[in-house]
């Protein structure tokens, strides 16, 4: 772990640390944190094999092709999947990290000792899509708007700058490639309806002997 280079015996991996909280500004889920927590604990549990691994959880989201199976798959080598609401985080006098969670099924709030904790933070906005672009942001979450996100989700506000991925909000690699993909379409129409738009130049004849 980083602040001894102990090898952890047990961890744990907090789930929407920073991210569907009002009172932290980022209501909406981050998407991507599920997936990847989960691809890393079972990584970790191939090279740690004896270590017990724990996702603290509100709610999995596995809502990709193949993601249901993944989060099974995890289970099924031993991973813990506990849904509970992670309130603190402190140290014991051994430099122990002690999770205090409110576990939702049963109603109750236990704390539970681990060696590391990772935290899944939430995704937000990299700049300010207005002062960088002059496009305007969503007021629920200050991503690039998208008022025609019925039409076309890369259309912003405005004309002639196209935005995907993550620049619209969190989103996974698959997700990112497939829109990169309608970004480029509405571009190549954008241009190719200015180009027939515009006055055509005057043709000159060349000779060459």
């Not at 889920?29 to 599920?34: L, Q």
């Not at 004896?50 to 080598?77: C, H, P, S, V, W």
């Not at 309130?87 to 576990?103: F, K």
Request: charge should be negative.
């Amino acid at each position: 772990r980083p602040g001894d280079g102990k090898e952890p015996d047990s961890i744990a991996y907090v789930q929407c640390a920073g991210s569907r909280d009002e009172t932290l500004g980022v209501p909406y889920c981050s998407r991507i944190c599920c997936m990847y927590a989960i691809k890393q604990a079972m990584l970790l549990s191939g090279a740690l094999p004896l270590a017990d691994i724990t996702i603290y959880y509100m709610d999995i989201r596995t809502f990709g092709k193949g993601y249901e199976q993944f989060y099974q798959n995890a289970q099924a080598m031993g991973i813990e999947f506990v849904k509970g609401k992670v309130a603190r985080i402190h140290e014991d006098d051994a430099h122990n990290p002690i999770v205090r969670v409110e576990l939702v099924d049963e109603g109750r709030i236990v704390e539970r000792q681990h060696d590391l904790v990772v935290l899944s933070v939430g995704m937000v906005p990299a700049f300010n899509p207005q002062a960088t672009y002059g496009v305007p942001p969503a007021v629920d979450d200050g991503f690039v708007a998208q008022p025609f996100a019925s039409l076309s989700p890369c259309l912003t506000p405005r004309r002639g700058i196209f935005a995907t991925g993550t620049a619209v909000g969190p989103m996974d690699i698959v997700d990112s490639i497939v829109m990169a993909g309608a970004a480029a379409a509405e571009t190549a129409a954008y241009l190719h309806a200015r180009q027939a738009a515009a006055p055509s130049a005057p043709r000159r004849e060349l000779a060459h002997a």
